[in-house]
């Protein structure tokens, strides 16, 4: 399923409706109601959940008439510290529950997609080298010992190698988890500490008359995903791990030791949709509750309104109790504004390139060579195999587009036979590509980039040998076998290549800023590894989830946002451990701040499409560097206070934020977005100059900092003072910038401010949109 098709993460497809039917004059749709906090205290206890839940049923029974209307339409009561519920009501209903005193917002239980290339375009493949924090933060760190990180995901595959719980001690007394037992046989250990799945948001999607079958009632992982971003975030050493053979070296997570969970929230897609709030909602729930110390999320829908947005609420709530939350850009990069998970209080991760590759060379016989890649096995002979350009194989009923594309049915076997397929890339998975190539009859199969995916090659486990090259390269091929009579060519088998540069190069599927909810903040936040990256596997689906291909593997390659998220998440894991009285936002201060932006080359950070510059629309602050995040001297720190802030200036009144937050809190009269103290600026409009303040707090030792400010043309800025100096640890200094126009222009300027004692360098990127004067 994460193979081979190509995974755009179409917003428009966000069908917003629901298809449960009940009586026939009205539609009802499943909603999620919702009302803020609990305040439980301590010693609470089963009853105090079951006096919630009470009175969540009072509140719909007030509004649908009977008690038995009222527990029908129940599906969540959510009692632990989001205080709401999902319910399946009529619009009508719905509405007027809206109104009711007590309750925030009413929206409904939208689905979303796991951001992995699950998809119609790109692929997947990878492993955790030359990214993993180095010895130090892994030492200092204790490997995240004890540390309990969890994922919302499609589940696990309990068995891996990677969920061993060997060594490891008795699980910590504050867990308040529990390992949900099926008819499957899933059994948790001292390593997976946790695992409870969601599924009523999900069915009530479907309707009451969908069938669904014990593989609904489990945290077995049937995908594969979950696994791959659970062994990523904190997967045990395994040696000897690889891929058909590839990239074989010791496989491990961000957080070797730490102790993992799995809330299973995202299921077979159902018009493509697979994870739904009402789901997620009720695994944050419980996943605050059960005492996990970390939250990551590879998945994600439409950037919505925060109060309509059931991950983005959640998500606050557990930030509010000191829980990072960590999720995935999306992958429908390079359009931009397509950055979703989007709120201040969430670390949001792009995705780009390790410095690994698998090299497949493509040679055509008139000498010229090509670097492709692959997970594919070798030809059947070192010899030059016959070329055929997919167009020149066209079934006769089908269109030239059709078959230069590879797609199924448009290719006639009888001219491809023995001979190796040209196929352009696009408009349906990579390796279903290569499945068509097979089932034609080819020899072997040569994918060349189309014109937007330009330079961006993924190594897939293709069913027959096969190597993906650039645009560039693809149009000589093309040239090539337009020139000849007889055209022939060869690749090689992959071989894993290390410190390949450049690297990082920003995924060209990564999503991309500016923020369309929120423009003044930054997004994504970061980039980390998410191409081509090696983890653990479910053994219930083959590499290509192709239902012909019997392979099982216990590690496997994929791509996308979903990939790099856990990356970052088991670092956080390593700074909660090494850091444990640090808050979500000093955690996030310090990855960011220490963000490298150039490549291996020392030349700035490159695009994967085009291989332009690319900028912070595209990696925030920059690509992690873990071991520079654990001593970032000072961080840009928030309190609930400052959230609550953004949301008044984010439009929501005082009886709102109120009720959000369940804090006596007041709306300051004026507010400057500016001064939210965010560790990267953005200044989307600016009209003459703007003035603004962040304060800085001192986490290391007593240092005096100075300023230095990158100024891009057009544009003043200044810095008052431009010297801090901080006697203890925990103290805060504020400075003043004023960024003017000097030269009206109107393309986004990129600059940036650096604090620095000599030996830390806490940097922040300056964005400024279109520049009006
Ligand atoms: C259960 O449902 C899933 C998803 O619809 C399907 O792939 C699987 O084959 C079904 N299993 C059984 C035992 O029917
Ligand atoms: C992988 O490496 C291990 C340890 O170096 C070695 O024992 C094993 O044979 C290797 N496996 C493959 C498939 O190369
Ligand atoms: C080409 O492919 C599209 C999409 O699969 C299909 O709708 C169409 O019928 C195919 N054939 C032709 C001749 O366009
Ligand atoms: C063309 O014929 C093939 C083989 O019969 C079939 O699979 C395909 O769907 C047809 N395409 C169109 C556009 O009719
Ligand atoms: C190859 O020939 C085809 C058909 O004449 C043409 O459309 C295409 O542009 C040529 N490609 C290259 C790269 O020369
Ligand atoms: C706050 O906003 C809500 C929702 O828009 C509205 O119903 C309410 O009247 C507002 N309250 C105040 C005090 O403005």
Known sequence: MWYGKHFIFLLLSF???????????????????????????????????????????????????????????????????????????????????????????????????????????????ERNDGVIPSESLFRKARYGEDTIIANLDTGVWPESPSFRDEGMEVIPSRWKGTCQHDITGFRCNRKLIGARYFNKGYIAYAGADAKFNSTLNTARDYEGHGSHTLSTIGGAFVPGANVFGMGNGTAEGGSPKARLATYKVCWPPLDGNECFDADIIAAFDMAIYDGVDVLSLSLGGLATDYFDDGLAIAAFHANNKGIPVICSAGNSGPTPGSVSNVAPWILTVGASTLDREFDTIVQLHNGQRFKGTSLSRALPENKFYPLINAADAKSANESVLNATLCLRGAIDPEKVRGKILVCLRGSIARVEKSLVALEAGAVGMILCNDMLSGNELIADPHLLPASQINYEDGVAVYAYMNSTKNPVGYFDPPKTKLQTKPAPVMAAFSSRGPNTVTPEILKPDVTAPGVNIIAAYSEAVSPTDMAFDKRRVPFITMSGTSMSCPHVAGVVGLLKTLHPDWSPAAIKSAIMTTARTRDNTGKPMLDGGDYSKATPLAYGSGHIRPNRAMDPGLVYDLTTHDYLHFLCFSGYNQTQINKFSGADYRCPGVINILDYNYPSVTIPKLYSSVSFTRRLKNVGSPATYSASLKVPAGLSITVQPNVLKFDNIGEEKSFKLTVQVTRPGKATAFGGITWSDGKHQVRTPIVVGGVRG
């Open 15 to 125: 069908i917003l409706f629901s298809v449960f039917h009940a009586p026939a004059f009205a539609i009802k749709k499943s909603y999620i109601v919702y009302m803020g906090s609990h305040d439980h205290g301590k010693g609470v206890t089963d009853a105090d959940f079951d006096r919630v839940t009470q009175t969540h049923h009072e509140l719909v029974q007030s509004y649908v008439g009977s008690s038995e209307k009222a527990k029908e339409a129940i599906i969540y009561s959510y009692t632990r510290h989001i205080n709401g519920f999902a319910a399946i009501l009529e619009d009508e209903e719905a509405a007027d529950i809206a109104k009711h005193p007590e309750v925030v917002s009413v929206f409904l239980n939208k689905g979303r997609r796991l951001h992995t290339t699950h998809s119609w375009e790109f692929m997947d493949l």
